[in-house]
Each structure stands twice: as structure tokens, then as C-alpha cells.
């Protein structure tokens, strides 16, 4: 049974959880959370604000903080010899957090997994296959429709929003609309907080509506999707169509792949790596023969 | 550069040439057939019936020849220290196969992947990554519309039969409509040769049509297509959905793909592998952090 302790306890915590307790292969050691939201889950397992006081020490650590957090969280894991899986989601920065991480993994005979989950994670593996089945062509990665995190917590920070949402709509050739609905706190005007948001840079770049809403909560629905979409040439023919189209409930799917991640890192050796960079084999639970027998 | 023989020069071989050549990383070092057939082709390349005859020793070797010779013929070149790539589709024989050839690549210190190309092959990779993705749930490969050629193989070899293409249509669910094009030899009934062909374990247990062709070349379309589709569960939450769909050209697929799995080879400790098994991004050409940054 691989031991697992769960970091951070917001909706992907929650989500990784669940996926946790459906896997065979797997027990929960603990959660670990900040001190100061030590309002205590209502869960049977042991919660801590520091993994030592853990009475059983485990061997890997799905980290359900934020992105901006990761490295200095990991790195802490990572160098007591405990494996780290997170789903780091700031695209520019992913070689980086690697490459930080590499010499902590290294030091403490550990693995850390960066940039798990939806997209980044899957979708990359996806990216990196078709690649290798059309070097030269073009690959869109389309998203939605669903809910954008990223996008709702940037308009969330504009001053005078009381609540929002962001929806992504997909226009295709990797084009989205912003559908973005607010709440306003008394004493701001919707059409400044309009023009505001309009302005920032998520949505300059986008076809961006924007509708006031009292009841945001009347429109949240985690579903999302993604259509991930390649055209190109293998060997000199050209022409050679490839399409990954996913529905699904988005929590589940990113704490799902990072559990499948957290099997596959007590496979590696010490080191940071992403999903591109891992056989798809160690993610899966059951005995090598049995998945290439069901499988290849 | 990355030294490559191809072993077997018929469609496949050709195409694994034309794959080869638009590789920047690869050279090609010859060709291998057998003395009899040495009707050399008409390339600018050694063509030899024994590898050892060439001037250079290539790295690997990619084989194209039909799948029951790939056992004894990998374990020549693994044994030599040359890596092998094939296209081996027996399904219910890949295990045995990368069995038996793994002791031969541990000895010659070399890399044997097995089973590469479309299916067994890139499907292989998609169906462990859906069930990553959501462990519990039904996946069905529907293939088609396009060419079978074991299908085709198998009527050919029914006494009577002058020339024959079988054609598979997906239905769904994994279910599949064989159409078959004969044109007999002179003293055969086509009512004859139709019930054999009803009869034969490749058509017995699916809904099969058969048609008298004279020109049965007016029908070659080697396009080829799949809808992989999972639908299961991701921890909890029911009804995640995933579908793979690819529309291509097969025997620039198949090859494009053994070129990348020959690319992989040169990165794997010795030994047999299958594709699910190998890191994606060893599949590629270029620089890891160029990858990363790219495609995760």
C-alpha cells in the first residue's frame, strides 16, 4: 500500500480524497493543513499542521495548494525523502519549477511530479503523442465549455466585485470567449468594473462578455472539457487528422491524474520530472504482465 | 544522428524510409532483404541480405517484416547489439514476445520495443492514459472505415480466391462490419467461396457482407481511422468521458510511429519494452527543456 498524505484541503483536496479511497493500491496517512485553518475537517484521519507529527511517515505528498506556493512546499517535502505530485498551472514557469525541484529530489532520494491534472497533465501527454505520430503540423488545444479558475480569481482581485465567474467557450484554432458574470458590492458602477476587467490582461486578448449576476452560485457547474486537436504530416504524408475530446467533472479529473501520478513516482528514480517524462504504465495499479496482456 | 536499417522492404518498409529521411536527427545506413528477393530496389542506399555486410554499424534496426518472423529475426539483431523496432500484431501473443526478447537484449546490451505502430502501438498509449484518467469504466477501439489487412491476408489464402480486400466499418461499442471484394480464380463459385469465407474465424462473429470485384485495386484506399472511447469514473464522479479519434494515412502512421519508438530505443536502458512503457517525450526529437516548455 503506498502512503499517502494529502496537502491542503480546499476542492481538489477534498476531490483527491475521494480518488484516493478509490484506489486499491493506496491508504491515507493524514492530511495536512496551516494552522490557522485548523478548523478541523470532518474526516476519520489524522490532521496536522506538519507532517512530522504524523505517527506513520508517507511516501508520497499530493499538494492541493496554490500554484504560487508549490515550490517552497515542495521542495520542503521534498527534502525529507517524501515524493511530491502537484498541478502547478502556470505554463511559463513549468520547466522552472522542474529544475528547482531536481536538486531537492536529488538530495532527499525523492520524486516530485510537477504539473499534473488536466492541463498541464494530461492534455501535455496528449500533446507530446500526437507530436510523435505527426512531427510537422499544428496542434490547437481548445477548452470548454466550463468554468475557468484562473479567470474567475482575476476578477475576484478587481476592487468592487463581490462575486464572479468566468466561463471559457471554445471558438475553435485555439480561440476562446469569455463569458464572465459578476455581483457588485454596494456603491461601484457595472460599467467601470466592466471596463476594468475588458482591460485586464486575461481577457484583452479574448472575445470577453460580461453580465451582472446576484446568483452566481445559480450558475456553477465544475464540468469542463477540452478539444485537443492536431493536423499534420507522418513521413511525407500529409493530411494526417488526430482529435482528444474529453467531457468531464474537472476536480475528479485533476485529482484522479494526480494520484495517478503519486503511483507512478514510487516507480521513479529520485529527480523531478513531468507527465511526458514518465512511462503511462506506472500510473495504472496491477502487475505488468496483467496491463500490457489488457492494454498494448 | 541516430544510424537506422530498415529489415524489409514492402509497403511498410518504404514508408519507414520516407519517416527516416524527414527525420532530423536520423541517417539511414541501408536496407536488408532476403537474398531472393534482392531485386534491388531503386534507392540510393546499400541494400544487403546480412547487416553485417554493411559498412556501418546502424544503431537500429526497424523491421518490416510480416509479424510471425519477428521473433527470430529481432533476436539476431538484439543479440548483435543493434536495437529493434517492430510493428508485431498478434495480440495475444505481445507479452510473450518482449519475454522472449528481453533476455536476448539484456545479453547484447540493446533495446527491443515491441508491437509499435497503430494498434498495437499509439492506440496502446491512448487506452492506458484514459484509464489513468478514470481507473473504473468500459473503453471500446472502434477502427474504420479502411483497409484490414490480416482480414484481407485471411480470405486470400481461401482456395479459389484470385484477389480479395476486407474492409472494416465501425459500428460501435467495439462491434465492426466486415466488407469483403473477391475476384476468383476460373472454376470457382462465388456461393462456394463466400459460405468458407462466413465460416472462417476471422469473419464467424461479425456481421459480414461479401461482393464479387473484378478490379479490386479500383477500391485501395489505404486510409485508415479509430473512435477510442472511454467513459468511466475519475475517484468518485461518473460519466467522465474521453474519445480519441484519428482519420490517417496507415502505412505512413504505422511507420512514422516505429521511426519515434527508434528514437525512444536509443534512450532505454537494455532490455523489451512496449510502447506503454517508454516516456512520450523520448519519442521525440529535440531537447528536453525545449519539450517541456513546448508541449506540458
Known amino acids: 500500500m503506498i502512503k499517502i498524505v494529502i ?14 479511497e478509490a484506489a486499491k493500491d493506496m491508504e491515507l496517512c493524514g492530511i495536512v493543513m496551516r494552522a490557522q485553518s485548523l478548523n478541523k475537517p470532518q474526516v476519520a484521519l489524522p490532521v496536522v499542521d506538519d ?3 504524523l505517527e506513520v511517515k508517507p511516501e508520497v505528498a499530493i499538494l492541493c495548494t496554490p500554484s504560487r506556493t508549490i515550490p517552497e512546499v515542495a521542495e520542503g517535502f521534498l527534502t525529507q525523502g517524501i515524493n511530491t505530485i502537484d498541478s502547478y498551472d502556470i505554463h511559463n514557469n513549468i520547466w522552472e519549477l522542474r ?10 532520494g525523492s520524486v516530485a511530479i510537477v504539473s499534473t491534472g488536466f492541463d498541464p497533465g494530461g492534455d501535455s501527454v496528449i500533446r507530446a503523442l500526437f507530436e510523435a505520430f505527426a512531427p510537422q503540423g499544428q496542434t490547437f488545444t481548445n477548452f470548454g465549455p466550463g468554468m475557468s479558475l484562473g479567470h474567475t480569481v482575476a476578477i475576484k482581485a478587481v476592487e468592487g466585485v463581490k462575486d464572479a465567474l ?3 467557450i471554445p471558438l475553435g484554432t485555439g480561440v476562446h470567449r469569455r463569458l464572465v458574470y459578476v455581483d457588485l458590492l454596494d456603491g461601484y458602477k457595472f460599467e467601470d468594473i466592466a471596463a476594468k476587467i475588458k482591460d485586464d490582461s486575461y481577457f484583452r486578448n479574448d472575445e470577453t462578455h460580461i453580465y ?9 457547474d465544475v464540468g469542463h472539457g477540452v478539444n485537443l486537436v492536431r493536423k499534420g504530416v507522418s ?3 500529409h493530411n494526417q487528422q488526430f482529435v482528444f475530446d474529453m467531457r468531464i467533472n474537472n476536480p475528479a479529473l485533476t485529482s484522479q491524474v494526480m494520484v495517478a501520478c503519486a503511483r507512478a513516482s514510487v516507480k521513479q528514480n529520485p529527480g523531478a520530472y513531468t507527465m511526458i517524462e514518465i512511462p503511462v504504465i506506472d500510473m495504472l495499479d496491477g502487475n505488468r504482465e496483467e496491463l500490457v496482456r489488457r492494454l498494448v
Not at 212 to 220: A, P, T, W, Y
Open 7 to 20: 496537502v491542503g484541503f480546499g476542492n481538489i483536496g477534498k476531490a483527491v480524497m475521494e480518488a484516493v
Open 166 to 168: 468566468s466561463i471559457t
Open 212 to 220: 451582472f449576476e446576484k446568483n452566481i452560485n445559480s450558475l456553477i
Open 51 to 53: 507532517v512530522q507529527r
Open 99 to 108: 529544475q528547482r525541484l531536481n536538486p531537492a529530489a536529488q538530495k532527499g
Open 235 to 237: 513521413g511525407k504524408a
